[in-house]
C-alpha cells in the first residue's frame, strides 16, 4: 500500500522557520522524483520544489527561493522541507508527490499557518 504521509506543520511568525517531512513506504522511494507542492484558501495547488532521484538536482518556484530547501535522505525514505524567513503568503496546505514513469502519488498534507 502506497502511503505518503507529511508531518511538521504547525503555527509560525512571520519569520519562523518550519521543517516538513514526507515519510513513504510501499513503493521503491528512490526510483521516484519528489515535488512540494502547496495550496493556500481560495487558490490552486503550486509546485513549489523539485529534488531528483538521488537528491543531486533541486530546483524552486521564485517565491520560495532562497528560503526554502528541499532534500531527502533515501536510506530512510523521507523527503523534507526546510523553510525559513517565512512569511503570512506562505500560508497553506503543503503536499508532498512522488512521481515516476507513470505513476503519480501524493500525500494527505499537512498545514503551515504563518500567523502573528
Known amino acids: 500500500q502506497v502511503q505518503l504521509v507529511e508531518s511538521g506543520g504547525g503555527l509560525v511568525q512571520p519569520g519562523g522557520s518550519l521543517r516538513l517531512s514526507c515519510a513513504a513506504s510501499?513503493?521503491?522511494?528512490?526510483?521516484?522524483?519528489m515535488r512540494w507542492y502547496r495550496q493556500a484558501p481560495g487558490k490552486e495547488r503550486e509546485w513549489i520544489a523539485y529534488i531528483s532521484t538521488g537528491g543531486g538536482t533541486t530546483t524552486y518556484f521564485d517565491s520560495v527561493k532562497g528560503r526554502f530547501t528541499i532534500s531527502r535522505d533515501n536510506a530512510k525514505n523521507t523527503v523534507y522541507l526546510q523553510m525559513n524567513s517565512l512569511k503570512p503568503e506562505d500560508t497553506a496546505v503543503y503536499y508532498c508527490?512522488?512521481?515516476?514513469?507513470?505513476?503519480?502519488?501524493w500525500g494527505q498534507g499537512t498545514q503551515v499557518t504563518v500567523s502573528s
Open positions: 510501499g513503493f521503491t522511494f528512490s526510483s521516484y522524483t
Open positions: 508527490n512522488a512521481r515516476g514513469t507513470q505513476q503519480n502519488y
